[in-house]
C-alpha cells in the first residue's frame, strides 16, 4: 500500500472473488458504475464482523477504481496514529519483507490523518510529505485517499494506489470511492455496535460465572482462579492476577495467577510504597500503556508486561484487594471501552467476593459452634462415663481374689485413664481459637486436620517425620497447609473416603538432592473418576511449581490400590 513510511499490512487479500462487485475487471467507465457500485454497496453491508468488513471494503474499492492496492488505516483511540492497517493486494512474503505496519503519525497517512480531506495526486513520490516506502515495498505512483466516517466522527482512511495502465485516478474514481465510503461508513458502524454488544455479552457471562464460582461454596483458592482465569480471557491480556492483602510486611499477594507456562507470579508480592499499590488501595484505577517503564508500577507482578489495567476489587468503602490484566510488550493499549467493562467486571467480582466470604465466616462459625459442642458432650458426657466405668473397675478389682482378674481390670483401668486424658487434650484442642494456637507448622496441620475431622466424621490418621517447625520456611509452609486443605476437602466432597492418612515428611529428598518438604494425602475413596474434574488437583500443582516442586497422584489406601493418594512436595526453602 503506498505509504510514506514502513508498513506491516496485517491482513491482505490476493485473489478476486469472481462474484465479488466488479468481478474482477478492475476500473469501468461511469455509465457502468452505477450498477457496480449499488451492488457493491450491497455486498459491503453483508456480515457483521468487523474485519471481514474491512477486507470487503478494500477489495470493492480496488475493484471499482482499478487499482492494484487498497488499504484502510483504523484511527486509534486518542486520534493521533492508527491501531490498525488492512490492505488488498499484498503478497503474503512482501508483507513480511517490509516488516512493521505504518503507525500513520508522519508522512501522506499522518496528513490524511491530521486533515481528513479527500487527496489525489497523479504521483505520491513528488509530493513534498511523502517520507519514501520502505525496503521491498512495492513502486507505486498514483494515490487516492479519501476518509472513512461512522456516525459523523473519523473512523479511518480509505487509500488506493497503483491504478491499473498506469493511469491517474479522475473525479469519477473519486465520487465513486466517497459514495462507497459513505456506504462503508454505515457498514462498519454496524459491525461496530454488533461487536460491542457481543463484548459486553461475553463480559456480562464473565461475570455471571465468577459470581457462580465465589458463591458455589467450594475452594476459595479455585474460586479466585476462575476469576483470574475469566478476566485473562475476557480482557485478551496474558495474565491474570488477582491480588489480596499479604498476611505479613503489607503490600498485596498474587493469590491466584492465569498465564502460560510456569506460575512465576504465583505469591508475588506488590510492594506497599509502589504507587499502583497506594492507588489501588485507595480505591482507584491504574492504567498504563508500558508496565515495564511506568515507574508506578515497579515492584508489582506486571512491571514486565506492557499494557496493564490495575483494578480496585472494591465493595462499598471496603477495598479487598486488586485484579491485575496485563498485556504483552508492544501490544495494543487498552481501549475505553475494554477499561470499562474490566472495572464493572472487577467491581461485580468485588461484591461476589464479599458476599462469599460473609458465607465463609458463617460456615466457619457454624464449624466452631459444632467443635463447642463436640467439646462440650465429651466433656460432660464420655469423660464422665469413662470416669464411673473406670471408679467401678478399681472396686471390682479390689473386692476381686483372684490375682489374673485383678491384673485383668488393672490394665482396663490404666487404658481408660490414658482414654480419659487423650479425650481431654482433643477437648483443649476444641476449644482453642486459631488466634491461641502457635504459628509452628506442626500446629497449623493438626488444626487443618481437626477441622476436616467435623465434616469427615472421623480423624484422619496423621504422622511427622523429620524437623517439620524447623526446616520448613513460612511461604513453603503457607502453601504445604492450603494444600492440605484442598486435598482433604477432595476427599470429603468427592472422595466419600472412610479412612484418610497424612504425612508430612520434612526429611524427603527432591529430584536433583535438594532438600525439600512431602505431604502425602491418602484415602480409600472411589478414586478419580474418568473425565472428572481436575480443577483442585490443579490447584495443587500450580502451588507446587510456583515453589519449584511437584505433585502427582497415586493409588490410595482402598483394597488393591482403590482410593487416592496425593503427593505434594517443594523445597524446605525458597530462592
Not at 234 to 261: M, Q, R, T, W, Y
Not at 337 to 343: F, G, I, P, S
Not at 388 to 395: D, Y
Request: charged share 20%; net charge negative.
Amino acid at each position: 500500500m503506498a505509504a510514506p513510511e514502513p508498513e506491516h499490512p496485517r491482513h491482505t487479500r490476493h485473489d478476486r472473488d469472481p462474484a465479488a462487485p466488479g468481478g474482477g475487471s478492475g476500473g469501468s467507465g461511469p455509465a457502468d458504475r452505477v450498477p457496480q457500485l449499488l451492488d457493491a454497496m450491497r455486498w459491503v453491508g453483508t456480515g457483521l464482523e468487523r474485519h471481514a468488513t474491512l477486507d470487503r471494503i478494500c477489495q470493492t474499492a480496488a475493484q471499482l477504481t482499478g487499482a492494484r492496492y487498497a488499504a484502510i488505516g483504523v484511527v486509534d483511540a486518542d486520534g493521533t496514529g492508527l491501531a490498525d492497517f488492512v490492505t488488498y493486494g499484498v503478497p503474503a512474503e512482501t508483507e513480511r519483507e517490509i516488516g512493521r505496519r505504518p503507525d500513520g503519525r508522519t508522512g501522506l497517512l499522518g496528513a490524511l490523518l491530521h486533515h481528513p480531506e479527500p487527496l489525489r495526486l497523479a504521483d505520491l513520490t513528488t509530493d513534498p510529505r511523502a517520507a519514501g516506502l520502505p525496503p521491498g515495498h512495492p513502486p507505486m505512483r498514483s494515490f487516492l485517499g479519501v476518509p472513512i466516517r461512522v456516525h459523523g466522527e473519523v473512523f479511518g482512511n480509505l487509500y488506493l494506489t497503483e491504478k491499473r495502465g498506469g493511469a491517474r485516478f479522475d473525479e469519477g474514481d473519486l465520487h465513486t470511492v466517497q459514495v462507497l465510503a459513505a456506504g462503508a461508513g454505515t457498514a462498519i458502524g454496524n459491525a461496530r455496535l454488533y461487536e460491542a454488544a457481543r463484548q459486553r455479552e461475553r463480559w456480562i457471562d464473565g461475570s455471571v460465572a465468577v459470581t457462580t464460582a465465589l458463591l458455589s461454596g467450594g475452594d476459595a483458592d479455585e474460586a479466585l482462579s476462575v476469576v483470574a482465569e475469566q478476566a485473562r480471557a475476557l480482557a485478551g491480556a496474558s495474565a491474570g492476577i488477582v491480588l489480596l492483602p499479604a498476611a505479613e510486611g503489607g503490600g498485596l499477594e498474587a493469590v491466584a495467577v492465569s498465564c502460560d507456562g510456569p506460575h512465576s507470579l504465583l505469591g508475588a508480592i506488590a510492594d506497599e510504597r509502589s504507587p499502583a499499590v497506594a492507588a489501588v488501595l485507595a480505591g482507584e484505577p491504574v492504567i498504563t500503556t508500558d508496565a515495564a517503564g511506568d515507574p508506578r508500577t515497579a515492584g508489582t507482578p506486571v512491571d514486565r508486561f506492557g499494557p496493564a489495567l490495575l483494578l480496585p476489587l472494591r465493595s462499598g468503602d471496603r477495598v479487598l484487594g486488586a485484579l491485575a490484566v496485563p498485556r504483552a510488550p508492544g501490544a495494543r493499549p487498552f481501549t475505553g471501552t475494554e477499561r470499562t467493562l474490566a472495572t464493572r467486571f472487577a467491581s461485580q467480582a468485588a461484591v461476589a467476593l464479599r458476599v462469599a466470604e460473609a458465607q465463609r465466616d458463617r460456615e466457619r462459625l457454624a464449624v466452631l459452634e459444632d467443635r463447642d459442642r463436640i467439646a462440650r458432650d465429651l466433656h460432660d458426657l464420655v469423660v464422665q462415663r469413662l470416669f464411673t466405668a473406670g471408679m467401678t473397675l478399681e472396686n471390682a478389682q479390689r473386692t476381686s481374689a483372684v490375682p489374673a482378674v485383678q491384673d485383668g481390670v488393672g490394665r482396663a483401668v490404666d487404658e481408660l485413664d490414658t482414654t480419659i486424658q487423650e479425650i481431654r487434650t482433643a477437648v483443649f484442642a476444641l476449644q482453642q481459637g486459631p488466634a491461641e494456637a502457635p504459628a509452628g507448622l506442626r500446629t497449623r496441620v493438626l488444626r487443618e486436620i481437626a477441622m476436616a475431622a467435623v465434616t469427615l466424621g472421623f480423624t484422619p490418621a496423621h504422622r511427622f517425620t523429620g524437623p517439620v517447625d524447623s526446616a520448613v520456611s513460612e511461604p513453603t509452609g503457607k502453601n504445604l497447609v492450603a494444600a492440605l486443605r484442598e486435598a482433604l476437602s477432595n476427599a470429603y466432597r468427592h472422595a466419600r473416603a472412610h479412612r484418610v492418612e497424612v504425612v508430612v515428611d520434612a526429611s524427603a529428598v527432591l529430584p536433583g538432592g535438594r532438600p525439600g518438604v512431602r505431604l502425602t494425602v491418602a484415602d480409600d475413596g472411589v478414586g478419580i473418576p474418568p473425565g472428572g474434574r481436575r480443577s483442585g488437583l490443579r490447584n495443587l500443582a500450580r502451588r507446587a511449581e510456583s515453589l519449584g516442586g511437584s505433585c502427582h497422584c497415586g493409588p490410595g489406601l482402598g483394597e488393591d490400590g482403590g482410593g487416592t493418594s496425593v503427593a505434594w512436595e517443594a523445597p524446605l526453602r525458597t530462592a
